[in-house]
């Protein structure tokens, strides 16, 4: 190991990635637009409902029930007097629900018993017809507990009394983790992604068999080329970090050190994987469609960012255990939510310890210094 040929390929590395327009857009722009995609075009909260009240009979009841649905800001209410004017809306997808009040609705709800409403939900979207339904529901007892207290009835005493709170996310709000959890794909996307092309491209060049005519060694070659891009995604990611706290207000209750040493470890794996690929590539178009494969899509779907991994097949879940990125996304996510909750922590680091050991070794073990 020779510190001078090491820092003589790092100063060409950085200097190149400088003067790389490309580089320096998907290192500073992409992050920025990635982390206001997901905080802003990426939602998974409620939001307002297009549903039918069908009101076979008017009565003052019926009118109050269709008020109290007004008053929420979950529901963008429409009527009609039969259910076939609202059938052909849900078969177009403009309708979410239909709620059937039939004649004798009235007469019933007052009476203290079950009150005969018929919902209708578009299957097509499964977790919001389980919302919409759930919301109904809800509306429904309300009102009739309103109804009940109006006519001078005595309040029904409830059989279980439930006071919610709520922790770590006391907005229930989705951007709080799924801002967090953008950071492992940015970081996957600028240590995979951007490492592939970069030394792919000097491959279709010929620029790399000029570095191999020199007297480098493998692990000079190896921390050379990494380094730069190692200190371009640290950058990306204290700049990910400040603007899910600044512009967000996303919550960080952490370790801000402990946050960074995870996102170095990570990053050494990303690195490690993206050169591995130009290696065996040696072709940009085909190192990225590799690093997209293998990198970015694996981290998007079996990282717990978006897709919950306990919902998914047990083959699933263990083959997760196999992606790093799954044990940054719960690092950045407890940080952020929890705090240094260091039974969580102490496993992620140890992970993504092992990762970035095994994958620079093989990335070593593939790192040739000889054309043939």
């Known amino acids: 190991m020779s510190f001078s040929r090491f820092a003589a390929i790092m100063r060409k590395e950085t200097r190149q990635a400088i003067r790389d327009p490309s580089t320096l857009m998907i290192a500073g722009l992409l992050p920025i637009m990635l982390i206001f995609l997901f905080g802003y075009a990426v939602s998974f909260d409620p939001r307002q409902f297009s549903v039918g009240v069908v009101v076979e009979q008017p009565t003052g009841e019926t009118e109050s ?55 209708l939900v578009d299957g097509g979207d499964p977790n919001t017809a389980g919302l919409v339904g759930s919301y109904i529901e809800l509306l429904v007892i309300n009102w009739l507990e309103q109804e009940w207290l109006d006519r001078g009835q005595p309040p ?34 600028i240590g995979a992604l951007l490492t592939a092309l970069v030394v792919a491209r000097e491959w279709e060049r010929g620029t790399m068999e000029a570095l191999l005519a020199t007297p480098v060694g ?15 995604g640290l950058g990306s990611f ?12 996303v919550p960080f209750r952490g370790s801000f050190l402990a946050l960074s040493l995870a996102a170095a470890l990570f990053m050494l794996c990303s690195l490690g994987q993206g050169l591995l ?6 072709n940009q178009l085909v190192a990225a ?3 997209v494969m293998l990198a970015f899509l694996p981290a998007f779907y079996f990282s717990n960012f978006v897709f919950e991994l306990d919902s998914m097949p047990l083959a699933l879940q263990l083959f997760s255990y196999a992606i790093p990125a799954r044990f940054l996304v719960s690092t950045l996510q407890t940080q952020f939510l929890a705090g240094n909750v260091w039974s969580v922590l102490l496993p992620d680091l140890a992970a993504l310890a092992i990762f970035a050991i095994v994958i620079f070794a093989i990335c070593a073990l593939f790192t040739r210094t000889r054309l043939d």
């Open 65 to 119: 029930f269709v008020a109290s649905l007004r008053n929420t800001r979950y529901f963008e209410i429409e009527t009609a007097p039969v259910r076939k004017d609202f059938e052909t809306l849900m078969a177009a997808g403009e309708l979410d629900a239909i709620i059937i009040l039939p004649q004798d609705f009235s007469a019933i709800a007052l009476r203290g018993e079950a009150a005969p409403i018929q919902i």
């Open 156 to 189: 029904l005493a409830p059989l279980v009394s439930i006071e919610p709170r709520v922790w770590f996310n006391a907005e229930i709000s989705s951007r709080n983790y799924l801002v967090p959890g953008s950071v492992a794909i940015i970081l996957t996307i």
């Open 289 to 291: 469609q590799v690093a």
């Open 238 to 249: 204290m700049l990910s970090v400040f603007v899910a706290v600044a512009f967000f207000g």
């Open 277 to 282: 690929i130009s290696t065996l590539t040696r």
């Open 218 to 232: 493998p692990l000079e070659l190896l921390l050379g080329k990494l380094v730069p891009y190692f200190v371009l």
